[in-house]
């Protein structure tokens, strides 16, 4: 039904860069906002981007200036650009889609790793 599939996660080392995508079906992608997630262990779940459907973005402070969520419609994808990445930044990052007044779909999630 409902599905969201992060990819791209991997080790790398800091200062490097990595690009998430997060496939969308299930749904209608166009008319809801997307976004980026992220949960290190033993820590709650943190917001990292998002993206309306009408390209607006909102990131944490943390990852302003170094990462970048885009969205592709023809592609029913949403991507998180990740730039100079810093070991703060290792956690398992989620793809999240949200309707007003829906319950919001999750995937299951990739592990970013950033250490020497």
């Known amino acids: 039904q409902v599905q969201l599939v992060e990819s791209g996660g991997g080790l790398v080392q800091p200062g490097g860069s990595l690009r998430l995508s997060c496939a969308a079906s299930?749904?209608?992608?166009?008319?809801?906002?997307m976004g980026w997630y992220r949960q290190a262990p033993g820590k709650q779940r943190e917001l990292v981007a998002t993206?309306?459907?009408?390209?607006?973005?909102n990131y944490a402070d943390s990852v302003k200036g170094r990462f970048t969520i885009s969205r592709d419609s023809a592609k029913d994808t949403v991507y998180l650009q990740m730039n100079s990445l810093k070991p703060e930044d290792t956690a398992v990052y989620y793809c999240?889609?949200?309707?007003?007044?829906?319950?919001?779909?999750w995937g299951q999630g990739t592990q970013v790793t950033v250490s020497s």
């Open positions: 999240n889609a949200q309707r007003t007044f829906r319950t919001a779909y």
């Open positions: 993206i309306t459907s009408g390209g607006s973005t």
């Open positions: 299930g749904f209608i992608f166009s008319i809801y906002v």
